[in-house]
């Protein structure tokens, strides 16, 4: 029932048919496995680790529990732990796409691209429950072959950030002789049209152009063999044509973003309350502007500093005229969001205010990001611990352009 019930989106039912389930059978490790990746999805990985390590206790040949204690030691921070239960499970389960695509995420968090995004390549197996939605393609997915003359199809699998982030490799394809073909969400088809490379940028419903073989985005880093040497970091490859005048600008003119997808399923973590940039206001000769845009965000009025951020989402319409925003900026200041994506492609100076256990894309333990050379990172220092990342944002402001 447990099951069922999360596969109709009711987790609240699902974690309490399997609490009972464990109530009338206490050694049932399946249920309390279950049990834990219902916590861990609510954001409770405390009690999640509880749950899959009693499970272990009673079947320690669980392989599943293995990998789901890993994620849910990830989610902590302890990467070392998490190593080690990726480790298990496949030493338990030869060819166990979960775990192998678990792990993948790790080695890329410590930067080894190589075994990382092999390894990520598992969310395409098929029968796999991390397998993307089946497309129909007759064309065959991409293997790294020669593309002299062909077309390649790219598309989406990961929303805006992900599409912004690879576009990059376009043009790494357009040199190996492919034409590129990009089916894109609405409201980034004009800004992807400024994205070096022979291609051409479609939406759907449009007619999907022919083409003789296709990959996911997020594929390009494995195909390409990307490294941490070769990762292409050429910036800006996005532009924002037709730059605005910012209204009363200052000195120093920084755009904002506090919050990102609302539905993303780290957003708790990463998304911030805006009264949080108040201490920020007034340093220097500097002006605000919200890029903030998005389900229901945050009001500054409300937080009591509409004085000070001057709201541009009226104007922010589609991801073009974003850019056109940043374009006019010195300086950007965001949450883990795709509009810092968006910042450094177009080599804008861009401070990303991270949480202690950080999407992949970020790494461990530096302040740059070798994709975007524009981009500064701030980390919590321990998890929840924004107190310490504005201050360390305050201090760094306080030094004007040369700190950028």
């Known amino acids: 029932m447990g099951l069922v019930l999360k596969g109709l989106d009711q987790p609240s039912d699902a974690a309490l ?9 206490p050694d049932y490790p399946e249920a309390l496995s279950n049990l834990g990746n219902i916590l861990l999805d609510r954001g409770d990985p405390g009690d999640a680790i509880e749950c899959f390590e009693k499970a272990l206790s009673l079947k320690p040949d669980f392989a599943e529990a293995h990998n789901n ?18 480790s298990k499970a496949l030493s338990l389960r030869a060819g166990y796409d979960n775990a192998e695509y678990n792990r993948s995420l ?10 990382g995004w092999a390894g990520y390549q598992k969310r395409l197996v098929e ?25 390649i199809l790219l598309y989406e699998e990961q929303g805006v950030g992900g599409s912004i982030q690879f576009i990059r490799y376009a043009k790494t394809l357009s040199d190996k002789g492919a034409h590129v073909i990009v089916e894109c969400q609405p409201d980034l088809k004009a800004l992807l ?23 996911p985005l997020l594929s390009l880093p494995y195909l390409c063999g990307a490294d941490m040497d070769s990762l292409p970091a050429d910036v800006p490859y996005l532009s924002g044509e037709g730059g605005w005048d910012l209204p009363v600008p200052g000195d120093i003119n920084i755009g904002l973003v506090w919050a990102g997808n609302p539905d993303h399923k780290n957003d708790r973590n990463r998304s911030i309350d805006v009264a949080r940039f108040k ?5 220097m000769d500097t002006r605000f502007y919200g890029l903030q845009v998005g ?18 989402s009226p104007r922010l319409v589609d991801y073009a005229e974003t850019a056109a925003a940043i374009a006019a900026l010195d300086l950007v200041i965001s949450v883990d969001t795709s509009v810092a994506h968006l910042a450094g492609a177009m080599a804008t100076p861009v401070w990303l205010l991270l949480p202690k256990v950080p999407d992949f894309r970020w790494m461990l333990d530096r ?28 201090a760094r402001l306080k030094t004007g352009r040369g700190g950028f």
């Open 279 to 283: 201490p920020l206001l007034g340093v």
């Open 17 to 25: 048919s399997y609490r009972k389930a464990v109530a009338l059978k």
């Open 367 to 394: 302040d740059d990001s070798p994709g975007y050379p524009t981009m500064r990172l701030f980390r919590q220092p321990e998890q929840g611990d924004w107190d310490s990342v504005f201050e360390a944002v305050a």
């Open 193 to 215: 049209a400024t994205a070096p490379g022979d291609k051409a940028v479609f939406l759907p419903p449009q007619p999907m152009p022919g083409f003789d073989v296709h990959t």
């Open 106 to 115: 790790l080695l890329l968090l410590r930067g080894d691209f190589p075994g």
């Open 127 to 151: 029968g796999s429950p991390l397998a993307l939605p089946d497309r129909g393609f007759r064309q065959p997915l991409w293997d790294g072959s020669d593309l002299s003359g062909k077309r």
């Open 295 to 312: 389900a229901a965000p945050q009001d500054p009025a409300k937080a009591g500093i509409g004085e000070g951020i001057t709201d541009l």
């Open 69 to 86: 204690l890993g994620k849910a030691q990830m989610d902590i921070g302890s990467y070392g732990a998490a190593e080690a239960s990726f």
